[in-house]
């Protein structure tokens, strides 16, 4: 089934103990994109500036990302980020943020997108993540990111969007920020009990934790990558791999969610093994499958 | 088969955020017994000091905890640990510790017990672990626990116990110290490569890790506790889970480990709902096979 997602493209510096990756490409609706195109086709909605080095065609060649969405604004600037990792790779320090196009106005949604039925609407203010969600006609499973900036400046407009959505996609601090709750069981009871139906947290090197509405509960721990040279987009991986896979069997039943979250966790460990985009585009669909089958071994007694 | 402990008796005082147990029974080898018992009959061996106030008979009244290897020494202190946990439980501070007996020569094994099969070293001395090991005649499966202090100290008498043993489970940190390599996978590799045949890694909240020289490879998230109050004895209540069952079930492939350490998650969580043994004392078998069932149903996929 048709996939959208509504996201940042960025011109990312990133810096950890193996290297420094300049002025490359990011973005969350960027690594969602390629990482949810080993799965089913994408439409991407997403803004950049005329300075945008990028020609997301070419970077996307090959791959089943319909750009329809993207829109180019001759007077605005592209986002850009920049961040390092310490020697462990479990903090890292924004070094600079210039949000440029995503303070303006949200792209609008093309006419030919408003059918999609799997949305996932990548980490902006809630009032523009429910602007784009009202674009979309009759969407069967949407699934949001958010961050610690928005759950404490914009509590309400977040809480309207919960009951609006299917899926939260978070990370462990976000979760007990949101449920004011250290422990994460709890936690993600009470976002449960705000909105949505289901909720994935993140736990980076700890894996991952998935409840539902109806008390099912599903943990993974991450894949036991030897080699991490850049965190950077594991969590959008992470979210194109789930719903990329969602999109492809058309199912959303507790039992597809959990290989969701598998085929999420296995297409992150990939992305974090190089720099920006490479650690994705240097492998196939069978590698990704492979990694899969392993964890389901790594896991089962 | 034949399980024997052998390890500290203590007298304990926690600190957590939610209380204070003064005085306690605790010590690696009485989580052990109480943990493995559950599963198979217990041999302990340790000494304590004519000030004990503890009736382990009584404590251990219906459990098949054979304490012929208790030394009750007149002139002796019985060992002593205090320590806070702070308010997310990730850190502890020890505020005393009294070695007392565990400073002396380690007790004797029993000849009744010198058949035994199955040996855990709860952490002491590596030297003192050999000279308990060596008063086994032919063990068929020996794990043993260590922790900083030794790794930094004592690493070539560490070295000749990892040649002897098939088992050790530490904590993350010490796999890191020992291998000296942060990456635990890389770290699994290198601690197989001085010597043991498997090597368990525990991560706390983020569940453990464990590998064999035949390549092998498990991992399993922590139990989802809604409930922690103290988690002293973790560790030791993992490991007598893990060694429990194994005795019970006669087996050591790769098949019967990871059930081992499925158990040894399971009957952990159990002691960090309470202070001291509380969490043990107040449970059954069925519990633990209960969350046994539960993990795997939250695993799979």
């Keep these: 089934m048709s996939l959208l997602v509504t996201g940042s493209i960025a011109i990312d510096t990133v810096k950890t103990p193996h290297g420094i990756s300049e002025d490359c490409i990011g973005g969350s ?16 909605v997403g803004a950049v500036g005329s300075d945008c080095p990028f020609d997301l065609a070419k970077i996307f060649a090959g791959r089943d990302i319909d750009l329809t969405g993207l829109e180019v604004r001759k007077n605005s600037k592209t986002f850009r980020w ?4 310490r020697e462990n790779m479990d903090e890292r320090t924004t070094d600079y943020i210039e949000l440029n196009v995503l303070a303006e106005e949200p792209p609008e949604v093309p006419v030919e ?41 914009h509590p309400e407009d977040l809480k309207t969007l919960l009951k609006k959505i299917n899926c939260l996609i978070i990370n462990e601090d976000e979760a007990r920020l949101l449920a004011k709750e250290h422990n994460l069981m709890k936690a ?62 058309s199912d959303t039943n507790f039992a597809a969610l959990k290989k969701a979250v598998a085929y999420g966790t296995v297409t992150a460990s990939f992305t974090i093994a190089d720099f920006s985009l490479n650690g994705l585009t240097s492998i196939e669909k069978a590698d990704i499958d492979g990694r899969f089958e392993s964890l389901r071994k790594f896991t089962i007694f």
Excluded: H
């Design 29 to 44: 609706a960027v690594y969602f994109s390629m990482a949810a195109s080993f799965f089913s086709p994408v439409r991407l």
């Design 82 to 85: 920049a961040g390092s990792y």
């Design 113 to 153: 997108f408003r059918d999609s039925k799997f949305v996932f609407l990548a980490n902006t203010t809630p009032n523009l993540q429910l602007k784009l969600l009202n674009q979309i006609d009759k969407p069967a499973f949407v699934a949001a990111d958010t961050m610690d900036c928005w759950i404490e400046g």
């Design 188 to 249: 993600a009871e009470k976002i449960l009990d705000i909105g949505t139906n289901v909720v994935v947290i993140k736990k980076g090197k700890s894996g991952s934790l998935m409840c539902n509405a109806e008390d099912d509960i599903f943990i993974l721990p991450a894949y036991p990558a030897a080699e991490v040279k850049d965190p950077t987009g594991a969590g959008d991986s992470f979210a194109g791999g789930f719903m990329g896979y969602l999109a492809q069997s």
